[in-house]
């Protein structure tokens, strides 16, 4: 089956770049996508990229997808207190009957220090 | 446009009851997806209903089922409920339009089972 890896933890200064790696296994996966979770909140979409793409930038962030090794990368610019959080790292792939599941990492926990 | 709805959003049970979740789609988004997340097992797909019907299902007991209605509300049951089943149940919907596929997430639902 589909194995999503993450770091768990990652710890940064306010202002410097963050950068949370991912490992995916499936090579049929369609669309990566980063997910961001607050204490207490669901998943809030942050960005996605399909896998034809190599790279997606948006805003302070920038998605670099290596399908060869199957390492997808979210790099957040100038990171802000806000934005420490649980960074989680999917993977959509078909699971057959014209349905997709989201397969999920575990998570990263970010924290930015002030 | 407003986002993806869940009630409740906390839930109290005891074991052996039984407990029914609802999640509302954005409108005209017709594919609900439901997980579980919980700390040891992190997020875990359960089902997918598109127009009513289940398309793919996710490796959790009988007990746990789904139902999707006309306008795309869907709720899920789980009966007999176990100490196990304390988590957060968030629910799913996606817009597809070419390659642009988005995941949107409710607030989900917090079930603490005593």
């Known amino acids: 089956g589909e194995d999503v890896e993450q770091s768990l933890f990652l710890s940064v200064r306010e202002g410097d770049s963050s950068v949370i790696n991912c490992t995916y296994t499936?090579?049929?996966?369609?669309?990566l996508y980063w997910y961001k979770q607050e204490p207490g909140a669901g998943l809030q979409l942050l960005t996605y990229?399909?896998?034809?793409?190599d790279m997606k930038q948006d805003q302070r962030l920038t998605v670099l997808l290596n399908k060869k090794d199957k390492h997808l990368s979210l790099r957040i610019a100038d990171t802000q207190t806000g934005d420490s959080a649980i960074y989680f790292c999917?993977?959509?792939?078909?699971?057959?009957?014209?349905?997709?599941?989201?397969?999920f990492g575990k998570g990263t926990k970010l924290s930015v220090i002030p | 446009k407003a986002g993806v709805t869940q009630t409740p959003r906390y839930l109290i049970k005891t074991r052996g009851q039984q407990v029914t979740l609802s999640c509302s789609p954005i409108?005209?988004?017709?594919?609900v997806s439901w997980y579980q997340q919980t700390p040891g097992q992190g997020l875990q797909f359960l089902f997918e209903?598109?127009?009513?019907?289940?398309?793919n299902k996710g490796n959790f007991p009988g007990r746990f089922s789904g139902r999707q209605f006309s306008n795309s509300r869907s709720e899920m049951n789980v009966s007999t409920l176990e100490l196990g089943d304390s988590a957060l149940y968030l629910c799913?919907?996606?817009?597809?339009?070419?390659?642009?596929?988005?995941?949107?997430f409710g607030p989900g639902t917090r079930l603490t089972v005593l």
């Open positions: 999917a993977e959509r792939a078909y699971s057959g009957a014209g349905s997709y599941q989201l397969t």
């Open positions: 499936d090579s049929s996966s369609t669309y």
């Open positions: 990229i399909f896998s034809n793409m």
């Open positions: 409108s005209g988004h017709r594919s």
């Open positions: 209903y598109f127009s009513e019907t289940q398309r």
């Open positions: 799913a919907t996606q817009r597809q339009a070419g390659e642009v596929n988005e995941q949107f």
